[in-house]
């Protein structure tokens, strides 16, 4: 028995239906814009699920909390139409205020459900010097949802139907498995960056393009294309008992 397709990531360039989670406001953008695109330009259907509403984004200190959260919001939803997203979710929970992850866990798990997405992206929770909290209880949240909610019963309240998603892709990771040509997309994604206008001034924004080009660059080397986005892809099979999962 052939078990060396056990140890390749799944493909996820072929997706049809995407879910993107984020912790934050911009993080899809900023983690994932250029592959949001390209997967939206050959077709795919993406769904954005937000889970905080970003009410600490205020560099000013001049916006109370609801009036940062409603204009988060209307950012998130216009830089996803940049990129090509069909459909936004919001928990709407406090930036800052994660930390409970069963039970984010298998809120997100009733979202795929209802979804089906066949790949899932979020960011990595196992990256080296992550220092925010809501990035690893969003990540380890959304890898529970999509190791469990398969199982008939998970959530225990939950009614709807089991479902699989084939893959789960990590941004913002540190061991890529998977590298994404957005070599057509990369202006695509600044553009959607750039409706972030509470987060990203001109200046930051620059400083990005310096680094996603390089970072890019140098994810690209050796392949056919010029510049790419990086992603640790993993399959149902890898995210439990499998210790070889780091090697994937």
């Known amino acids: 028995m052939d078990i060396s397709a056990y140890f390749m990531p799944p493909e996820i360039r072929n997706a049809k239906k995407a879910l993107c989670i984020q912790p934050h406001p911009d993080d899809i953008e900023i983690g994932m814009g250029g592959t949001a695109a390209a997967l939206a330009a050959k077709g795919c259907e993406l769904t954005y699920l937000t889970i905080t509403n970003g009410d600490l984004g205020d560099s000013t200190g001049k916006l109370d909390f609801s009036e940062i959260a409603a204009l988060r919001r209307k950012e998130t939803e216009a830089a996803g139409r940049v990129v090509g997203a069909s459909d936004f979710l919001f928990y709407g929970l406090p930036d800052g205020s994660l930390s409970d992850i069963p039970s984010l866990a298998g809120r997100i798990a009733e979202t795929v459900r209802a ?40 959530p225990r309240d939950t009614q709807t139907a089991p479902w699989q998603a084939g893959a789960i892709a990590f941004y ?28 990203l001034s001109e200046e930051l924004l620059g400083l990005y393009r310096i680094y996603f080009s390089m970072q890019g660059q140098k994810l690209a080397e050796g392949k056919d294309f010029a510049l790419g986005e990086g992603f640790k892809v993993l399959g149902p099979l890898h995210m439990h008992c499998f210790v070889e999962a780091p090697l994937i």
């Not at 994404?180 to 987060?199: L, N, S, W």
Request: glycine fraction near 2%.
């Open 172 to 199: 913002f990771t540190q061991k890529p498995n998977t590298v994404i040509d957005v070599t057509e997309t990369f202006e695509t994604k600044f553009a959607a960056m750039a409706e972030h206008r509470t987060q």
């Open 115 to 154: 979804l089906q997405p066949d790949v899932i992206f979020c960011p990595d929770p196992w990256a080296q010097y992550e220092a925010h909290n809501d990035h690893i209880v969003t990540g380890r949240a959304a890898a529970q949802a999509f190791l469990s909610s398969a199982l008939s019963r998970y």
